[in-house]
T-cell receptor
Framework: NAGVTQTPKFQVLKTGQSMTLQCAQD?????MSWYRQDPGMGLRLIHY???????DQGEVPNGYNVSRSTTEDFPLRLLSAAPSQTSVYFC????????FGPGTRLTVL | SQQGEEDPQALSIQEGENATMNCSYK?????LQWYRQNSGRGLVHLIL?????REKHSGRLRVTLDTSKKSSSLLITASRAADTASYFC??????????????FGTGTLLAVQP
């Protein structure tokens, strides 16, 4: 099992650009989520999904969109990147315990 | 706002000593979990304690939960240099049902000196 995979590992964007952070898991977990981690703030929940076709907002959803067309994939979209979205993004999937991906370090200039 | 707050924010100890980290939270919970994060890496699940449990052990880890005080502690015994990492508590809130929102605290940075 690969577990939870994320791509890309690093990304630099200009303000206003859009991009999609990819996340996939091969554990057949129904629950998947996206977090951002900023210094001194811990991890904050952006969006989550309890199964294909079902998504919901977390603590900090503004500026991000998600969709869940399959059990395996849970992409996170930034429609118009802002410097405030500079962060490290973690995708996670949960069965009996939660597994995290390796993270995507995003810088918005 | 953050559900969990860890204390202390940073802790430095010598190899072989015990390390204790505390977590306080605000709402009723279904369970509380502890995670470790090595620098620049993803989080790794360490242990989960349910709201009806008071203590749980896993190897050198001991977790306690006091739901009346809304607090938990993580004890790492006989620490090793490899235990150097950030440690986070995370709560699975309960509002009359599962919320499916795992909320993380701000973490404790543990440094174990060889």
């Amino acid at each position: 099992n690969a577990g939870v995979t994320q791509t890309p590992k690093f990304q630099v964007l200009k303000t206003g650009q859009s991009m999609t952070l990819q996340c996939a898991q091969d554990m057949n977990h129904e629950y998947m989520s996206w977090y951002r981690q900023d210094p001194g703030m811990g991890l904050r929940l952006i969006h989550y999904s309890v199964g294909a076709g079902i998504t919901d907002q977390g603590e900090v959803p503004n500026g991000y969109n998600v969709s869940r067309s399959t059990t395996e994939d849970f992409p996170l979209r930034l429609l118009s990147a802002a410097p405030s979205q500079t962060s490290v993004y973690f995708c996670a999937s949960r069965g009996n315990e939660q597994f995290f991906g390796p993270g995507t370090r995003l810088t918005v200039l | 706002s953050q559900q969990g707050e860890e204390d202390p924010q940073a802790l430095s100890i010598q190899e072989g000593e015990n390390a204790t980290m505390n977590c306080s939270y605000k709402t009723s919970i279904n369970n509380l979990q502890w995670y470790r994060q090595n620098s620049g890496r993803g989080l790794v699940h360490l242990i989960l304690i349910r709201s009806n449990e008071r203590e749980k052990h896993s190897g050198r880890l001991r977790v306690t939960l006091d739901t009346s005080k809304k607090s938990s502690s993580l004890l790492i015994t006989a620490s090793r240099a490899a235990d150097t990492a950030s440690y986070f508590c995370a709560t699975d809130p309960w509002f009359g049902g599962a919320t499916n929102k795992l909320i993380f605290g701000t973490g404790t940075l543990l440094a174990v000196q060889p």
